[in-house]
C-alpha cells in the first residue's frame, strides 16, 4: 500500500450490514470505525487506519461522519474506543450525543 496522492480520491461509506463506517481511498478500505448498537445507544467500540494511511486525518473524517449520521438519526453514543472519545472530547457540537 502507498499512501495517498494528491490525486486519490477519499469517500466514506457507511455498511450497516457489517456496523461499520469506512473510509476508502480509491477502492482500497483504509480506516474502520465499528460499532454496535447495545440497549438502544450506538457504541463506538474500534477505529483502525491502515499504516500507510496515517496521518492524512482519515479517521476524524470517518468518526465525525458516523457521529452526524446517529445524530441525524436522533441516536446516542457510547464512545469506548479512546480515538472516538478523543473526537468528541475536541468538538463541543458532539457533546450532546454522549449517552449518560
Known amino acids: 500500500m502507498t499512501p495517498a496522492s494528491a490525486a486519490s480520491t477519499f469517500t466514506i461509506r457507511h455498511q450497516p450490514d457489517q456496523n461499520r463506517f469506512v473510509g476508502v481511498v ?3 478500505i483504509v480506516t474502520v ?8 445507544v ?7 487506519t491502515e499504516a500507510a494511511h496515517g496521518g492524512h486525518g482519515y479517521a476524524k473524517q470517518v468518526v465525525t461522519a458516523a457521529l452526524d449520521e446517529f445524530r441525524a438519526q436522533g441516536r446516542q453514543v457510547a ?4 480515538f472516538v472519545a478523543q473526537v ?5 457540537r458532539y457533546a450532546d450525543l454522549v449517552a449518560p
Open 42 to 48: 450506538i457504541v463506538m467500540h474500534h477505529t483502525h
Open 88 to 92: 468528541i472530547d475536541q468538538d463541543p
Open 26 to 28: 480509491d477502492a482500497e
Open 79 to 82: 464512545p469506548q474506543c479512546w
Open 33 to 40: 470505525a465499528d460499532y454496535r448498537e447495545r440497549g438502544g
